[in-house]
């Protein structure tokens, strides 16, 4: 919508001119509007004073606002049972979640992630496994054979080895 060339002062005085007695027609030459325009301005500013018209669009400037929150926090409503249903600990199913909000709901991964309460690093997050697998089997058969040891000592014995 576009929007207009004068403000809302602009158009209060301009409507004081004509309840003062200034002709419609001189009006709308000199500001080059029509006349159907001047009296849409009239229609919707009839009994609004200047403060009464910037409270106007303060409040409809706060009433968009309450409304995406609105929107966003049903929104969150509708996801969260599907989380409620059983207590998600691990990361894959913590994954599964954000996926399944992202797909089912058209929603982006930061604000899935925010809906679910989910950090987004764990999205990206890749395990790093070091390939000791072998080393990690020797050290736990190190550890049931000598109880009385520790880590330093098994550490020890292994380097030996």
Request: with cysteine; aromatic share 6%.
């Amino acid at each position: 919508m576009r929007t207009s060339r004068f403000t809302n002062d602009q158009i209060v005085q301009v409507l004081h001119q004509a309840e003062s007695g200034t002709s419609v027609a001189d009006i709308c030459r000199k500001l080059q509007v029509t006349e159907t325009t001047f009296y849409r301005w009239k229609k919707k500013v009839t009994g609004l004073d200047v403060s009464d018209l910037r409270e106007l669009r303060q409040l409809r400037e706060e009433n968009q606002k309450l409304k995406g929150l609105v929107a966003e926090l049903s929104l969150d409503k509708t996801i969260l049972p599907r989380g409620a249903q059983k207590k998600i600990v691990s990361p894959a199913s913590r994954r599964e979640l954000v996926d399944w909000a992202k797909h089912g709901f058209q929603l982006t991964e930061r604000r899935a992630c925010r809906a679910v309460t989910v950090g987004r690093s764990l999205m990206r997050y890749t395990s790093i496994k070091s390939p000791d697998a072998p080393l990690r089997a020797r050290l736990h058969e190190l550890a049931r054979d000598r109880i009385t040891f520790g880590y330093p000592r098994l550490h020890v014995l292994l380097r030996r080895e």
